[in-house]
C-alpha cells in the first residue's frame, strides 16, 4: 500500500509538473556534456598536439561542475518548494488519518528517489547521445573526419552525474521536508492566504522604480565607456549597481501594475482581474524575478562572448604556410641536408627562407630607428582615439626588427598576392594584423603614401607602399607590432651577418589530396618525427586556435544555456504553482459568466507579461552588458569591429525571443489545461 | 405578472440503481417577475441541489428549467458563460470577492466579463453602491472591509448587470445578526423598490421573514408552501408563521419517539 501510493504520488507529480521535470532532465544533460569534455573527439585530438593548455581546460572542469551543481542546486530547490507547498493540504490529511511524521518523510524521500530515477533513466542516454552528437559535429566541421570516431561513453561521467544530480535532490529535499515536519497539522490544513498585503505607499514604489532607473543608467554608463575595466573596484561598483539596480527596478514595478490595472480600459475583458493577478505576482516575487531576469542577462552576454570569440578566432587568420623550422634550436643548412637525405623535400612544394633580425650597425642601437616625420604627419590628422593610440605606440619604436625583402616576397607569392619592389633607399613598414585596426590602418597608409622620411641606423630611407601584414611564419602566435622590410643587401648591412631564419614549407598539393589537410599534416608530422627534425606545423597552430575556439565558446555557451535554462524554468513553474493557489478566483469568475475562452486569453496575458518583463529588461541590458564584455576582453583588433559584434548581440536577442517564446507557450499550453479543469464550476459546502 | 422563471419536474439522482439518493425528486414551481422567493428546508432536503442546477452549477438527471422562456440545459459554451453574467446574479455564501481586486473592480467584472462600456455603468455603480452604503470601501481591498461590506459589495456585483433573477445562496450564512439584518433590508428594499427578482435559498428563518413567498423543501419534494399575506401580515407574525412549519419540518410530530 504504503509502495503504490509512492509511486501513485511521483506519476502525478511528474505529469503535474511536466517543465520542472523537463528542466530535471535537461540540468542531468548538462551534467553529463561538461563532465564527458574530456572524450570528446576534438578533445582527445587536441590533447596529442596542445596537451598542457587541454589539461588545463579539463582540471577546470570538477570547478565548472561544482558551479553548475551549485546553481541548479536552487532550481531544484524552488521547484520541489512550490511543488510540496501545493501539497501541504495532503500531507495535513495524511498526519490527520494518523500517519507518523517519520512515515510521511519516508514517503516523500521514496517519492523523490523514484522521480530521480525515472529523471535519470531518461535523461542519461539523451545526454549521452547529445554528447556524441557534439564530439561528431565538432570533428567534422574541424576536418578531422568521422570515421575515426568511436562511441565513448564515460562511465566516470555517468557516475558523477548521477552522484550530483542526487545530491542536490537529496540536499533540497531534507531543507523543504524538515520545513514541512515542523509545521503544524492545522497550519498544513488551512491554505495559507499568501502574506496580508504589506503596501508602503505608493510614493515608496515610484521612488524605488526611478532609483533602480538610474541605478541601471549609471552601471551601463560606467560599462560602455570602459570605466569599469579600470579596476577591480570600479568593476565592483558596476555590478553592485546593475544587480540593485535591477532589484529596485522590480521591486517598484508593482507602482506601474497597479497603473496599468486602474487604468482597465473599455474593451479589453478582465483587464483589472488580468493586472492585478500580475500585480500581486510581482509583488511577492519581485526578487526572484530580479534575479531570473539577471540570469537571463548572464545567459545573454555568455552566448554572445562565446559566439563572439569563436568567430574572431576562426576569421582571423589567412592559411599559407604549413611549416616552419626555425633556427632557434637547430642549423637550417641541417635541417635542408635532413630533409635531402631522407627524400622528404618532396613532400613539399615550396621551401623557403624567411630571415628576421635586429638592426645592429647603429650606433646607439635602443634609437636605431626615428620616424619623427610620420608622427608629425599623424599628429596632424583630425584627432580620435585611434590616432592617440597610434602616436603612442609607435613613439616607441625605436629598435625594430628587419626583415628581408626577397624572402617575404617569395610569402607574397605563395600567399598569391602582389610582391612589393622598393628601390634604393626605400623601406615597407610591416605590423601584424594583431596590432592595427582597419582605421588604424587607413590612416597609417594615408601617411605612408606621401613618403615620409625617416632615419634606419642614420642612414636616409622613405617608406614606401602599403602596410604589410602577411604572417611570417607558421606559428601565429610569433608576431612582430612593428617591422621594416628591407632589400637583401641594406638587411645584411643593418644586421651584420646576425639574424634569425625561419625555414617555410607549404606542403605538396599531391599529399594533401583526397585527404583532410590535417590528416596529411599528421602523416607528414610523422615522417618529420622519425628524420628527428623540430617544426612548428600548421597543425599545431590551427590546433591552438581549435583549443581557443572551443574551449572559450564550449563553456560559454553551456554556461549560457544552464543559466537561460534555470531562469526561464523558474518563472513558468512560479507562474503555475501561482496560479493553482489563487484557483478559487478563477472559479469565481466562471460563476460570474467567464467563458473558457476569456479566461485562457487573461492568463495568457499575464503569462506573456510574467515571462516578458525580466527578459525585456534582461535584453536591455544585454546590449550594455555585452559592449561592454567586447570592449573590456576583446583585443583591440575586434574593438574597432564593435558594430559588426553587436549585430551578433542583436542576434542572441532574437535567440532569446524564440527561447522565451518556446517556454511561453508550453506554459500556456499548461495554464489552458488548468483552466480547463476549473471550468465546471463546484460548490463547496 | 411575467413568469421569469419555470421549473418543471426537476430531478436530481445521485447513484446507481439499488444505492440511488434522489436529492431533488420531481419539483415543479414557477418564479414570477418582482417576487422574493425563499426555498428552506433542512440539511440534505435538497435545496442546495436546486439551486445549483438553476445555476448550471450541476446537470439535472430530469426535467426541465426555463428562464425567460429558453430552455437553460440546452445552453453551451458562450450562450451558457452569458447566461451566468447576465440573466443570473449569484450572491454567495461566503462572498468569493476576488482579494486582489478593489471593491470597483470586483463590482465592474461582470461588465468587463461581457463588454458593456464602463461609461454605462459608472452613474449605475454610484446608484448602487450608496444604495447598498458601500461607497467608502469601492477601492478599498477585501482584506480592508468588514464582512457585512464584503457581502453588500458581492450584492452590488450581482446587481450590477440587471440580471433577470438574483441567486442569493445562505447570503447571510457567514454574516453576525446585524450585519445579516441590514443585508436582508437592503435585499428586500432591492425587490420592493426596483422590483428585483431574489431567489434565496436558506435556513435562518429571520431571514426568510423578509421574503414573499417560501417553499419548504424536505426529502427532494416541495412539502409545504407559505405566502405572507402583505400588507395584513406584519413580519413578526409571518416568522412566527415559519417557525411553526419549520418546526414541522425537523421531522415533525410524526417522528417524535
Not at chain 1, 597543425?539 to 531562469?567: C, E, H, K, P
Request: with cysteine; hydrophobic share 45%; net charge neutral.
Amino acid at each position: 500500500m504504503f509502495f503504490e501510493l509512492v509511486s501513485r504520488n511521483s506519476k502525478r507529480s511528474r505529469k503535474e509538473n511536466g517543465l520542472f521535470f523537463a528542466s530535471l532532465l535537461i540540468s542531468i544533460v548538462a551534467f553529463y556534456n561538461i563532465l564527458a569534455l574530456s572524450k570528446q573527439d576534438i578533445m582527445i585530438f587536441l590533447a596529442k598536439l596542445e596537451s598542457d593548455a587541454v589539461n588545463k581546460l579539463l582540471a577546470m572542469i570538477p570547478l565548472f561542475y561544482g558551479m553548475t551543481l551549485f546553481i541548479l542546486f536552487f532550481l531544484v530547490y524552488f521547484a520541489s518548494k512550490f511543488q510540496l507547498e501545493r501539497r501541504k493540504h495532503e500531507f495535513g490529511i495524511y498526519l490527520m488519518l494518523g500517519m507518523r511524521r517519520s512515515k510521511l518523510f519516508f514517503m516523500l524521500l521514496a517519492e523523490d528517489f523514484r522521480s530521480s530515477i525515472t529523471a535519470l533513466f531518461m535523461g542519461l542516454p539523451i545526454a549521452i547521445l547529445l554528447s556524441e552528437l557534439i564530439s561528431l559535429v565538432t570533428a567534422r566541421l574541424a576536418g578531422l573526419g568521422i570515421i575515426g570516431h568511436q562511441i565513448s561513453i564515460s562511465f566516470q561521467a555517468i557516475l558523477w552525474t548521477a552522484v550530483g544530480f542526487y545530491l542536490i535532490k537529496f540536499i533540497a529535499f531534507l531543507i523543504l521536508s524538515g520545513k514541512i515536519a515542523s509545521q503544524e497539522i492545522g497550519s498544513l490544513l488551512v491554505e495559507t492566504p499568501e502574506g496580508t498585503k504589506k503596501d508602503l505607499p505608493s510614493v515608496a514604489y515610484a521612488l524605488a522604480f526611478l532609483a533602480g532607473v538610474i541605478f541601471l543608467a549609471a552601471a551601463y554608463g560606467m560599462a560602455i565607456s570602459g570605466l569599469a575595466w579600470d579596476e577591480a573596484g570600479k568593476m565592483g561598483l558596476t555590478l553592485i549597481l546593475g544587480f540593485a539596480g535591477t532589484l529596485l527596478l522590480f521591486f517598484g514595478l508593482r507602482s506601474v501594475m497597479g497603473f496599468l490595472a486602474k487604468r482597465s480600459g473599455n474593451g479589453q475583458k478582465l483587464q483589472a482581474f488580468t493586472f492585478r493577478q500580475l500585480q500581486e505576482n510581482v509583488i511577492h516575487r519581485s526578487t526572484t524575478l530580479a534575479v531570473s531576469s539577471l540570469l537571463i542577462l548572464a545567459a545573454l552576454c555568455c552566448f554572445s562572448a562565446g559566439v563572439a570569440i569563436a568567430q574572431f578566432y576562426s576569421g582571423l587568420e589567412q592559411h599559407v604556410l604549413d611549416y616552419t623550422f626555425s633556427s632557434d634550436s637547430q642549423d637550417i643548412a641541417v635541417v635542408k641536408e635532413t630533409l635531402e637525405s631522407h627524400g622528404l623535400d618532396s613532400l613539399f612544394s615550396e621551401l623557403f627562407e624567411m630571415r628576421v633580425g635586429y638592426i645592429r650597425s647603429a650606433k646607439d642601437t635602443d634609437n636605431a630607428f626615428e620616424m619623427n616625420s610620420v608622427l608629425e604627419y599623424l599628429a596632424r590628422l583630425p584627432g580620435s582615439d585611434d590616432r592617440d593610440v597610434l602616436l603612442n605606440n609607435l613613439g616607441y619604436q625605436t629598435y625594430p626588427h628587419v626583415i628581408s625583402l626577397s624572402g617575404y616576397n617569395r610569402l607574397l607569392s605563395v600567399a598569391g598576392k602582389l610582391t612589393i619592389e622598393l628601390a634604393e633607399g626605400e623601406a615597407a613598414v610591416y605590423m601584424d594584423n594583431e596590432f592595427v585596426s582597419p582605421a588604424k590602418l587607413e590612416m597609417l597608409n594615408q601617411i605612408l603614401a606621401l613618403n615620409p622620411e625617416v632615419q634606419i641606423a642614420g642612414e636616409n630611407y622613405r617608406l614606401t607602399g602599403t602596410v604589410q601584414s602577411t604572417d611570417l611564419v607558421t606559428d601565429s602566435s610569433i608576431t612582430l607590432s612593428f617591422a621594416l622590410i628591407v632589400p637583401d643587401a641594406d638587411f645584411e648591412r643593418f644586421t651584420e651577418n646576425d639574424y634569425d631564419i625561419y625555414l617555410n614549407a607549404v606542403l605538396n598539393p599531391e599529399q594533401v589530396a583526397g585527404k583532410s589537410l590535417l590528416n596529411a599534416i599528421s602523416e607528414t608530422n610523422e615522417k618529420l618525427d622519425a628524420a628527428g627534425l623540430l617544426y612548428e606545423s600548421y597543425l599545431q597552430n590551427m590546433g591552438r586556435q581549435l583549443f581557443y575556439i572551443a574551449a572559450a565558446s564550449y563553456i560559454t555557451i553551456y554556461l549560457a544555456v544552464v543559466f537561460l535554462i534555470i531562469a526561464n524554468t523558474i518563472i513558468g513553474v512560479q507562474f503555475l504553482t501561482w496560479q493553482q493557489k489563487t484557483s478559487r478566483r478563477y472559479k469565481t469568475l466562471v460563476r460570474l459568466g467567464a467563458s473558457y475562452e476569456t479566461l485562457c486569453h487573461s492568463a495568457g496575458k499575464q503569462i506573456n507579461w510574467y515571462f516578458g518583463i525580466p527578459a525585456a529588461v534582461a535584453a536591455i541590458s544585454s546590449v550594455f552588458g555585452v559592449r561592454a564584455l567586447f570592449s573590456g576582453l576583446l583585443s583591440s583588433r575586434v574593438k574597432s569591429n564593435i558594430s559588426a559584434m553587436m549585430i551578433i548581440s542583436v542576434a542572441m536577442v532574437l535567440l532569446l525571443c524564440v527561447v522565451e517564446y518556446i517556454y511561453m507557450a508550453v506554459v500556456k499550453k499548461s495554464s489552458n489545461r488548468y483552466i480547463l479543469t476549473l471550468m465546471v464550476p463546484e460548490r463547496e459546502e | 405578472m411575467n413568469t421569469i422563471l419555470e421549473i418543471e419536474n426537476l430531478c436530481k439522482y445521485y447513484g446507481k440503481q439499488e444505492n440511488q439518493t434522489k436529492a431533488l425528486d420531481g419539483i415543479t414551481f414557477q418564479v414570477m417577475k418582482g417576487e422574493f422567493l425563499g426555498i428552506m428546508g433542512s440539511s440534505g432536503s435538497g435545496k442546495s441541489t436546486l439551486l445549483n442546477c438553476i445555476a448550471t452549477v450541476i446537470q439535472p438527471t430530469g426535467g426541465k428549467i426555463i428562464m425567460c422562456g429558453k430552455e437553460v440545459q440546452s445552453l453551451k459554451g458562450a450562450e451558457l458563460a452569458d447566461y451566468r453574467g447576465k440573466q443570473i446574479g449569484y450572491l454567495f455564501q461566503n462572498f468569493e470577492l476576488l482579494d486582489n481586486l478593489t471593491g470597483r473592480e470586483n463590482i465592474l467584472l461582470p461588465l468587463s466579463l461581457h463588454n458593456v462600456p464602463k461609461s454605462e455603468s459608472n452613474k449605475r455603480i454610484m446608484e448602487i453602491a450608496s444604495y447598498l452604503e458601500i461607497t467608502d470601501v469601492l477601492d478599498k481591498f477585501p482584506s480592508q472591509m468588514s464582512g457585512g461590506q464584503k457581502q453588500r459589495v458581492a450584492a452590488a456585483r450581482a446587481v450590477i448587470l440587471n440580471p433577470s433573477i438574483i441567486l442569493a445562496d445562505e447570503p447571510t450564512g457567514a454574516l453576525d445578526s446585524k450585519n445579516a439584518k441590514l443585508l436582508m433590508k437592503k435585499l428586500s428594499g432591492l425587490n420592493q423598490e426596483y422590483n428585483a427578482t431574489i431567489l434565496m435559498v436558506t435556513h435562518d428563518c429571520n431571514a426568510a421573514s423578509y421574503c414573499k413567498r417560501i417553499l419548504f423543501i424536505q426529502d427532494g419534494v416541495i412539502f409545504h408552501e407559505l405566502r405572507r399575506n402583505i400588507p395584513e401580515e406584519s413580519q413578526q407574525a409571518f416568522y412566527e408563521r415559519i417557525l411553526k412549519v419549520m418546526a414541522q419540518l425537523g421531522g415533525g410530530t410524526a417522528n417524535v419517539l
